[in-house]
């Protein structure tokens, strides 16, 4: 539980701190937030200093994205859903995801909340089984990576 604890309040930091001027200029490099880890993405964001403050609005995001490819717009929103996604319940997301082992980066935190099915008990436990996770390409994922390769195009050429 202790664990769990931790690794929610990292991914609330991040979330605080992940500026979507931040999360725009990921992108708009070709990285990929879903193929990094929380503590690598933590670690951009410090790299910015405190360039746009550590609380942002709702709001931050649509004027951010105002004005940007489409391809790129839908990948910001996308990563602001997994965000919420892996964090939903109150940290049940991430107890499933410490308990399939899938922790090493944020695409993997994603695929293991997206295997919690909806009316399921939220109770995770040492008794607890897992079941081989349904993996699939979602929307969000899709969409992260494809602005990812299209900012790659854009650098190279």
């Not at 996308?78 to 991430?94: F, H, Q, S, T, V």
């Amino acid at each position: 539980l202790s664990s769990i604890k931790e690794l929610d309040g990292k991914f609330m930091t991040l979330e605080n701190s992940f500026h979507p001027k931040i999360a725009l200029s990921l992108i708009m490099e070709g990285r990929n937030p879903l193929d990094m880890t929380v503590e690598d993405i933590q670690a951009y964001i410090d790299s910015f200093g405190n360039r746009y403050g550590r609380n942002w609005r709702a709001s931050d995001i649509l004027d951010t994205i105002s004005g940007i490819e489409p391809i790129i717009r839908s990948s910001i929103i996308g990563l602001y859903k997994a965000l919420r996604l892996i964090r939903r319940e109150e940290g049940a997301g991430l107890g499933f995801a410490m308990k399939s082992g899938n922790m090493a980066k944020l695409g993997a935190f994603l695929s293991a909340v997206s295997n919690i099915n909806e009316g399921i008990d939220f109770t995770i436990d040492d008794t607890t089984s897992i079941n081989e996770p349904i993996m699939h390409e979602n929307s969000v994922r899709a969409e992260i990576a494809r602005a990812c390769a299209y900012s790659r195009t854009l650098l190279t050429t």
